[in-house]
């Protein structure tokens, strides 16, 4: 994500942890995804099967993350994702903890 991107969406989402009552969050963005795929015009967040996915190599590198913090002690309370089919996916892959859909979140996936 170009730090502009992230610059703009950071205050909206750490309001909304505040609110939520979260005190520490780990913020990951999703995995890579299929490469030169965006969504489709008209796309559905319930519709996994017309959005951009994690690619193959996507969804290791998320079981590997999830292994490492994992193995550094780091645990998920309640983990809460995005509604976008490659946030949860990542999420899940992650395998800290059963995952959330949090729909106030629209840019990232949210381990608390």
Do not use: Y
Request: net charge positive.
């Amino acid at each position: 994500m170009k730090e502009s991107s992230r610059a703009r969406w950071q205050p909206s989402l750490a309001c909304i942890l505040c609110v939520l009552g979260f005190k520490e969050a780990l913020v990951p963005a999703h995995a890579d995804a299929r490469r030169g795929a965006g969504d489709p015009i008209g796309f559905r967040l319930d519709d996994c099967t017309i959005q951009c996915n994690l690619s193959a190599e996507g969804r290791v590198d998320a079981q590997s993350v999830g292994r490492s913090l994992k193995t550094k002690g780091v645990a998920a309370t309640k983990p809460l994702s995005s509604p976008w089919c490659r946030s949860a996916d990542t999420a899940r892959l992650l395998d800290l903890s059963a995952v959330e859909i949090e729909p106030a979140f629209a840019t990232a996936s949210v381990m608390v």
